[in-house]
């Protein structure tokens, strides 16, 4: 059981816009910034969005993050075949005092 | 470029230590905290904890308290699980801090490629 939640999958068709949530409390993303990741398929994970809405070298700006309150939301505009991938947001938690994840969401482009 | 290159895999028996380790390239191994991820087959990722190349200290989630341990060399950091269970059977992953942050400001890259840690009798 993740500590973020997640909905576990998500699809879209080509050129498409998605958004992926994210759901935590006051003691993780209520208080501290959102990172999420890209996990292709075979292949390490990925930053892909860091401090909430800042994108990494690389990173097209089809990929966009934002937080509100106690959660946070990943949009994939252009929608394109090679998004087809796992993404998992991330967070500090004051209470737990560590790093907690979402349980993934499973993207999939039709 | 900065990588990550981690060892194969691993079949552990219940109750055996594993160690994996995840050699540095492409960037001054001091420079920046080292974390430690896992995956369960069908799970979110999990945070083990981190280790400070530079001085050798770490920090471990209550979790692996006790069981897990994290040390480094001049290039090289691992990560040890003792008395494995089952329930350990997982991708392993280091993933780089960026720089010596810890807490809420942090993310992580990059990641090793993983390794694949499997607990059976």
């Known amino acids: 059981q993740s500590v973020l939640t997640q909905p576990p999958s998500a699809s879209g068709t080509p050129g498409q816009t998605v958004t992926i949530s994210c759901s935590g409390s006051s003691t993780n993303i209520g208080s501290n910034y959102v990172n999420w990741y890209q996990h292709l398929p075979g292949a390490a994970p990925q930053l892909l969005i860091y401090?909430?809405?800042y994108r990494p070298s690389g990173v097209p700006d089809r990929f966009s993050g934002s937080k509100s309150g106690t959660s946070a939301s990943l949009a994939i505009s252009g929608l394109q075949s090679e998004d087809e991938a796992d993404y998992s947001c991330a967070a500090w938690d004051d209470s737990l005092s560590g790093w907690v994840f979402g349980g993934g969401t499973k993207l999939t482009v039709l | 470029q900065v990588q990550l290159v981690q060892s194969g895999a691993e079949v552990g028996k219940p109750g055996a230590s594993v160690k994996v380790s995840c050699k540095t390239s492409?960037?001054?191994?001091?420079?920046?905290?080292m974390h430690w991820v896992r995956q369960a087959p069908g799970q979110g990722l999990e945070w083990m904890g981190w280790?400070?190349?530079?001085?050798?200290a770490t920090k471990y989630t209550q979790k692996f308290q006790g069981r897990v341990t994290m040390t480094r060399d001049t290039s090289t950091v691992y990560m040890e699980l003792s008395s494995l269970r089952p329930d350990d059977t997982a991708v392993y992953y280091c993933?780089?801090?960026?720089?010596?942050?810890?807490?809420?400001?942090?993310?992580?890259?990059?990641w090793g490629q993983g390794t694949l840690v499997t607990v059976s009798s």
């Open positions: 401090t909430n809405s």
């Open positions: 280790i400070n190349p530079y001085s050798g």
């Open positions: 993933a780089r801090g960026n720089g010596y942050c810890t807490g809420g400001s942090c993310w992580f890259d990059p």
């Open positions: 492409g960037y001054t191994l001091t420079d920046n905290y």
